[in-house]
């Protein structure tokens, strides 16, 4: 049997003011390549947003694409945070 021509493919398109964990992000992209043979790209966003937008593209089997949700949907909201909520400009130095 051999390899699919298209590889799965996590498209991740992070806030603009959003920063990453490195260990966590190493995690994400190793259950990826692991579990998956899936590979990470990671695109800035350009408009704020609420959170990661994670976008399952490329040829995934059907049968694998909900437990890759499952597994890596949890990973990527480790992965990526903010520190918008501490809203420093308020606070007294």
Same mark, same amino acid.
């Given at each position: 049997?051999?390899? #699919? +021509?298209? $590889?799965?493919? *996590? ?5 603009? !003011?959003?920063? =990453?964990? #490195? +260990?966590? $992000?190493?995690? *994400?992209?190793r259950?990826?390549?692991? !579990?998956?043979? =899936? ?5 800035q ?49």
């Amino acid at each position: 049997m051999s390899e #699919p +021509a298209v $590889l799965p493919v *996590l498209l991740v398109i992070v806030p603009p !003011d959003w920063e =990453a964990d #490195p +260990a966590a $992000l190493a995690e *994400l992209r190793r259950c990826l390549a692991d !579990d998956y043979g =899936a590979r990470l790209s990671l695109r800035q966003g350009a408009v704020p947003m609420r959170s990661p937008l994670p976008l399952f593209c490329g040829v995934w089997p059907r049968g694998l694409i909900w437990y890759a949700r499952r597994d890596v949907v949890p990973r990527v909201q480790q992965a990526f945070f903010t520190l918008n909520w501490l809203d420093l400009d308020d606070a007294a130095v």
